[in-house]
T-cell receptor
Framework: DTGVSQDPRHKITKRGQNVTFRCDPISEHNRLYWYRQTLGQGPEFLTYFQNEAQLEKSRLLSDRFSAERPKGSFSTLEIQRTEQGDSAMYLC??????????????FGPGTRLTVL | KNEVEQSPQNLTAQEGEFITINCSYSVGISALHWLQQHPGGGIVSLFMLSSGKKKHGRLIATINIQEKHSSLHITASHPRDSAVYICAAGGGHSGGGADGLTFGKGTHLIIQP
């Protein structure tokens, strides 16, 4: 499978615990995005990387959230001291930044987080 | 107020009907996506367009840049088309990164046999 993959697909945790999600983009894609989707809402932008550089973070990304893409390939999103409000679907997408002004994004299946 | 508005929020139709979902946006964009999301969460990109019209099978997407409006049409709808359809604006606007997306809330479509 050469699409975007995410792991785990589901995570249930207790409030206050730390969780980490992984995203593997399409192999030649240099841009990677994280989005969050709560029930009944459209996804919301969290952050994105070009290669290993984190270029922008949304104001939605509190200090408890940190994302990395250390080698410009896979990325991790960590949430520390989880709260019930963090329960959501966390979506990853990747794109190839080329000569075009804008490039299509391809989405992974998402990680559904439930905080008890 | 969301920068990307979709209508209707919910739509139930009979198999075979012609379906139209509308999207209006208030931000400058480089491209507009139509996405499909099935229960379980996976998102599939249906179209990315910056002008005119695109067609893929029974799906047609149009965009009017001047009016900042796009429509997704489904001809000869089928129960397997039941899903959430999301409009997303990309590039050249705040909130979504350099080409991160700003999403509408989605249209929940149910096609009854």
């Amino acid at each position: 499978d050469t699409g975007v993959s995410q792991d785990p697909r589901h995570k249930i945790t207790k409030r206050g615990q730390n969780v980490t999600f992984r995203c593997d983009p399409i192999s030649e894609h240099n841009r990677l995005y994280w989005y969050r989707q709560t029930l009944g809402q459209g996804p919301e932008f969290l952050t994105y990387f070009q290669n290993e550089a984190q270029l922008e973070k949304s104001r939605l990304l509190s200090d408890r959230f940190s994302a990395e893409r250390p080698k410009g390939s896979f990325s991790t999103l960590e949430i520390q001291r989880t709260e019930q409000g963090d329960s959501a679907m966390y979506l990853c997408a990747s794109s190839l930044r080329g000569s075009s002004v804008y490039n299509e994004q391809f989405f992974g299946p998402g990680t559904r987080l439930t905080v008890l | 107020k969301n920068e990307v508005e979709q209508s209707p929020q919910n739509l139930t139709a009979q198999e075979g009907e012609f379906i139209t979902i509308n999207c209006s946006y208030s931000v400058g964009i480089s491209a507009l996506h139509w996405l499909q999301q099935h229960p379980g969460g996976g998102i599939v990109s249906l179209f990315m367009l910056s002008s005119g019209k695109k067609k893929h099978g029974r799906l047609i997407a149009t965009i009017n840049i001047q009016e900042k409006h796009s429509s997704l049409h489904i001809t000869a709808s089928h129960p397997r088309d039941s899903a959430v359809y999301i409009c997303a604006a990309g590039g050249g606007h705040s909130g979504g990164g350099a080409d991160g997306l700003t999403f509408g809330k989605g249209t929940h479509l149910i096609i009854q046999p």
